[in-house]
């Protein structure tokens, strides 16, 4: 019996770099043996429900687009009774996760990772009533991925992101007053930023913790950084930062499940996409959950 994919793709991501690539990415999926359906997104969330909405009988689930995209099939998959493997075709401009699992960037070569890789297991993440792929933020920045307009991004591609983040540089920082707590821990601070991540790439930059990441153990890799009062803390913050070290006022560590409470709403991010403004957040890491298809003899840390 013929296999089947059923391919979802973003028409507009990273600069639209699908639509020279398109024929070349179905030709190398009908080659290697499969039947091909072919569905382009519309608009937001379209992907997650398309995902929801595929009849049964497909043996890979492809997607192609950035890392939001990614993030939407994988919700939309994690809802299905009966999950299938996932395969990448990065499309994006930064591509986080892409380059954590060691797929090319070059879209043909993605292309036949997917049907010549091999299936990997790696961690998810619950956030609230949600899912996400590698990353969950609040503070400072982490709006730029969903904040930068779209036609900015087609046409600059990863530059968009630092040129938007250059206009903020000097811009007062926002703190929370959030109560954090895992493993029987409880700490309650001014926070300017919070990350809980599995993926040594965030924003199309090394993660500090990257030398820590492992993708199927279970836990994810936390950084909290509490608010600087002057201008020696913060240059005491951005050298932890750039060595990945702790300090009074940057702490790093790795858990399976952390919570935050604050009294003010506080603007989160899920894979570059808005994740709404919460007043609390319970973060619980989804062990193995994600079946994605990476390269033959991938470093994996796993």
Same mark, same amino acid.
């Given at each position: ?19 020279? %690539? ?55 998959? @994690? ?74 991004? %087609? ?10 983040? @250059? ?74 930062? @750039? %060595? ?48 994605? @298809? ?9």
């Amino acid at each position: 019996m013929q296999k089947r994919i059923y391919f979802i793709y973003n028409p507009h991501a990273g600069m639209e770099r699908i639509r020279s %690539n398109l024929l070349d990415i179905i030709d190398i999926f009908v080659k290697a043996g499969f039947e091909v359906t072919v569905y382009p997104t519309q608009e937001r969330g379209d992907a997650s429900r398309a995902a929801v909405e595929m009849k049964d009988g497909y043996d890979l689930l492809v997607c192609s687009g950035g890392d939001g995209t990614l993030d939407e099939v994988v919700a939309g998959m @994690m809802q299905r009774e009966k999950r299938i493997p996932i395969g990448y075709v990065p499309a994006g401009s930064t591509n986080d996760f892409a380059i954590t699992l060691g797929i090319p960037r070059d879209m043909r070569k993605a292309a036949e990772v997917v049907t010549g890789g091999v299936e990997f297991k790696c961690d998810t993440g619950s956030f609230n009533d949600k899912n996400f792929v590698y990353v969950a933020a609040f503070g400072m920045f982490t709006d730029i991925s969903y904040g930068t307009e779209q036609d900015l991004k %087609n046409t600059f591609g990863h530059l968009a992101y630092i040129m938007e983040a @250059m206009s903020r540089i000097g811009g007062p920082i926002k703190s929370f007053r959030i109560k954090v707590e895992h493993d029987g821990i409880t700490e309650e601070n001014e926070y300017v930023y919070g990350m809980i991540s599995n993926s040594v790439s965030i924003g199309g930059f090394k993660s500090p913790g990257r030398k820590n990441v492992i993708l199927d153990d279970g836990l994810f890799e936390v950084a909290l950084i509490k608010k600087p009062e002057d201008p020696v803390e913060l240059g005491e913050v951005a050298g932890a930062v @750039m %060595n990945g070290s702790s300090n009074d006022l940057v702490s790093y560590f790795k858990t399976g499940e952390i919570s935050f409470k604050s009294d003010e709403p506080v603007a989160w991010t899920l894979d570059g996409e808005f994740g709404g403004s919460l007043t609390e957040v319970n973060v619980r890491n989804c062990r193995r959950s994600l079946g994605i @298809m990476v390269p033959a003899g991938a470093l994996l840390l796993g």
